[in-house]
């Protein structure tokens, strides 16, 4: 006895008996029914059974494509990113109304045949032979899921599509092979599940639960019947039936949806009638895709937080193997980005910078202890157009910043200071410190001494500024001199050990070079992000964690979930709590009574230090508590700007200093960041001040207002930077530097304020 499917319709045997039968007696009708009899025919021109046998049987399925949803750390949606906007639901949680609509309009005898209609194709052959053309055809649903899987596979590949969707006989058959096997395997629910999940429904949305959200803001599983026959209606053509484009087109297709329903007795005559009456009701979700899309300016955290998946072995072997699991989506990516001090950053950088103004202001708060990144923003909106850029400048290169990252300027002193006291050089040293001398020769290296052969000098902000001075009080007032003859005492190689330990590096990814003015002066590149990270040490009392974006990940495939890998801060004791405690000490006296006495707290425990380069390209202000820690950087991304008499946020500056204008910005985004949490306090320890009565005081903002001679940082000493500029589209350096780059001169000495 014949064997009899559970959907109906015959067995495999018999489909491809038949089908032989029909494709040699019609010359492959099966195939040409929809489509003019053109072009090699391919395996069907076999005509025979072993051809027929030979296809393969096998439908590789490839997981759907869903959208990614990125949270923050406390559930909330940052920003849904996807290659396809897509979400795979069950069939019980799709309107039934839906699925008969789509089964009344596309393949009304679904649940009565395999996974070939023979009626149809004598149907179609019959109709298109007596018109003369191809005015109908005969696939299944099941046929069409086949097509769509192919489709689906080849993904953005333009080649892969077209001969996924080729219309040739040799195609046709092997989709029908393999819809033989989708029918014996999956039976006809599952089979009309997967059809509507991986349908393209027009205005970006795959599925039928992306459909529904897009056009009527609702869950697949509330569709009325109108709605779910205004939905099936649009599968034939979605440009051609899109409601959002042209109403009337999609409301006659509607209606024929409807009166189809009624002809199969899914719905009433009755009902359909009052249906067809209804207007279309649209409610329009415009697709929210990618980064840009974030709430609170968090779009430059997304797109790092991008960038760390695709950098990550964990994630996959190659970068190719991590995009493809990225591009597949269905992820739900929690990460460490806190509301509270995202919206304070957020807020901060608004009201002390404009977008328009002639230099950028970029912030970043880390965790210390745990390397959670918890806010990262910056005044140039995330985009494409003007006053708008698509460069992080809180992170380095290869994370999506500038090329180079910038100089921080004084900020590098506290880094220096680390390493003379673990080389146990006493926290009262004292060093003549005059206005300006000569780089002391030779300085040791890790290697080779550094030798001062071009005869290079280094002078302070003012001319007021000669020593003696004790490390408190040179910290305090950011004297170059003084720890340009700390450097000079304890030597390069301990310094730039420090620095490793604290993964402090340009912001193209290399070491600091070994010369004085990168070790005690920050004239190289560095990101807001590192520069968090390693002040976040002093405020763990030694112990350096690596920053971390993402606490979790969960993938969903198909309708399953699993968690996946993330990777995890490494922490790692930089120096002794003593050290720490120390710095901290010292960075203490220099918001309570030095250059960043604008930025200091007033309601809990806080130490920073303030960096300005030569010329006036860079202001810095890197400052913590116990628990955060935050960078922020001013500046030209081109590094053209020279602040000097400029306005910046409605605000005019004569001079721009560390304390001035980052320091500001520091303050109102750590306030806002920390309100409501706890507020601990350091482990200080007693520094004893030098000799107060001896009268060194200045007004720092009354410096010497000059461009300071190159102090001779040329070829591999250079204190050169190089960032892309706002737009993208730099012309070209001075030095030889690649086209893409704009370099900025020497930068001098690199630590005024």
């Known amino acids: 006895m014949p064997k009899k499917r559970s959907g109906g319709g015959l067995s495999p045997t018999q489909q491809a008996a038949k089908f032989l039968g029909v494709s040699v007696l019609a010359g492959a009708v099966l195939a040409g029914i929809a489509l003019p009899a053109v072009g090699a025919l391919g395996l069907a021109a076999k005509g025979s059974v072993e051809g027929f046998d030979a296809l393969p049987a096998n439908l590789k399925t490839p997981p759907l494509s869903q959208r990614t949803t990125i949270l923050d750390a406390e559930g909330g949606t940052i920003a849904t990113v996807y290659s396809r906007d897509r979400t795979v639901v069950d069939l019980k949680d799709i309107s039934p109304y839906m699925q008969k609509a789509i089964v009344a309009i596309e393949d009304s005898r679904f649940y009565e045949h395999g ?12 109709k298109n032979a007596r018109s003369g053309e191809v005015s109908e055809g005969a696939s299944t649903l099941t046929q069409q899921y086949v097509k769509n899987v192919f489709v689906e596979e080849a993904g953005d590949d333009a080649t892969k599509v077209a001969q996924a969707t080729q219309q040739t006989i040799g195609r046709k058959i092997q989709e029908l092979k393999l819809a033989i096997q989708v029918e014996e395997e999956l039976g006809k629910k599952k089979i009309l599940e997967n ?9 970006q949305a795959y599925g039928v639960e992306a459909a529904s959200q897009r056009y009527f803001s609702k869950h697949a599983k509330d569709l009325t019947v109108q709605e779910a026959a205004l939905l099936a209606g649009i599968v034939q053509s979605p440009s051609r ?23 199969v007795g899914d719905i009433s005559p009755a009902q359909a009638e009052k249906a067809k009456k209804a207007p279309l009701g649209l409610k329009v979700s415009r697709p929210k895709n990618g980064c840009i899309t974030a709430v609170n300016d968090a779009s430059f955290f997304c797109d790092y937080v991008r960038e760390v998946f695709l950098s990550e072995p964990v994630f996959g072997k190659t970068r190719k193997d991590r995009a493809q699991i990225w591009n597949q989506g269905g992820l739900t990516i929690r990460t460490t980005l806190e509301p509270q001090a995202q919206e304070s950053v957020h807020q901060s950088l608004k009201d002390h910078v404009d977008k328009s103004d002639s230099v950028a202001a970029a912030s970043t708060l880390v965790e210390p202890g745990t390397g959670r990144i918890v806010a990262m923003g910056q005044s140039k909106p995330y985009g494409y157009g003007k006053n708008e850029t698509e460069i992080n400048y809180s992170v380095d290169h290869a994370a999506g910043g500038s090329n180079f990252g910038f100089p921080t300027g004084s900020t590098f002193k506290p880094f220096l200071a680390a390493a003379a006291l673990e080389e146990n050089v006493p926290a009262t040293k004292e060093y003549a ?33 000669v020593g003696p001075y004790r490390l408190k009080e040179a910290m305090a007032k950011s004297v170059n ?8 005492d304890i030597g390069l190689c301990p310094v730039s050990s420090m ?18 003015s990168a070790l005690a002066l920050g004239s190289v590149g560095m990101s807001p992000l590192t520069m968090a990270s390693a002040y976040a040490t002093f405020a763990s009392r030694g112990m350096y964690c690596t920053p971390v974006a993402i606490e979790s990940i969960t993938q969903k495939v198909g309708n ?30 220099v918001v309570d009574s030095g250059t960043g006495k604008e930025a200091g707290l007033s309601d ?13 390209k860079n202001a810095w202000f890197v400052g913590y508590t116990p628990n955060m820690s935050g960078a922020v950087w001013v500046g030209s991304a081109s590094q053209k700007v020279e602040m000097k008499n400029i306005t910046i946020g409605g605000v005019y500056h004569p001079l721009v200093f560390g304390g001035a204008v980052p320091g500001p910005i520091w303050k109102d985004a750590m306030t806002g960041a920390l309100e409501g949490k706890d507020s601990p306090s350091f482990n200080l320890v007693d520094i004893p001040d030098g000799d107060k009565n001896k009268d060194k005081g200045r007004d720092r903002d009354k410096g010497r207002d000059e461009d300071k001679p190159d102090d001779g940082n040329n070829g591999d000493d250079a204190g050169f930077i190089a960032g892309l500029t706002d737009g993208g589209n730099g012309n070209g350096g001075d030095g030889g530097f690649p086209g893409n780059l704009i370099q900025g001169p020497g930068n001098g000495h690199g630590g005024r304020r």
Request: aromatic fraction near 6%; glycine fraction near 6%; include cysteine.
């Open 115 to 126: 996974a070939i209609d023979l009626k149809g194709v004598l149907r179609a052959l019959n």
């Open 195 to 203: 059809y509507l999940n991986i349908t393209f429904f027009g205005q």
């Open 241 to 263: 039936y899109d409601p959002v484009n042209d109403e009337a087109e999609a409301t006659k297709r509607r209606n024929i949806v409807l009166n189809r329903m009624a002809q």
């Open 433 to 465: 410190s005059p206005y300006d001398m000569d780089y002391p020769s030779p300085i040791q290296t890790c290697d080779k001494p550094w030798i001062n052969d071009s005869g290079y000098r280094v002078e302070n902000e003012n001319e007021s500024e």
């Open 481 to 488: 001199t003084y720890f340009v003859q700390m450097l000079a």
């Open 499 to 516: 620095a490793d330990k604290l993964h402090v590096h340009q912001g193209n990814g290399d070491k600091l070079p070994q010369n004085p």
């Open 560 to 589: 399953k979930q699993k968690s996946l890998e993330v990777p995890k801060s490494t922490c790692s004791r930089a120096m002794t709590e003593k050290t720490a405690d120390s710095v901290n000490t010292l960075l203490q006296g």
């Open 604 to 616: 809990r425990d806080n130490a920073g230090k303030t960096g300005t380069t030569d010329e006036r």
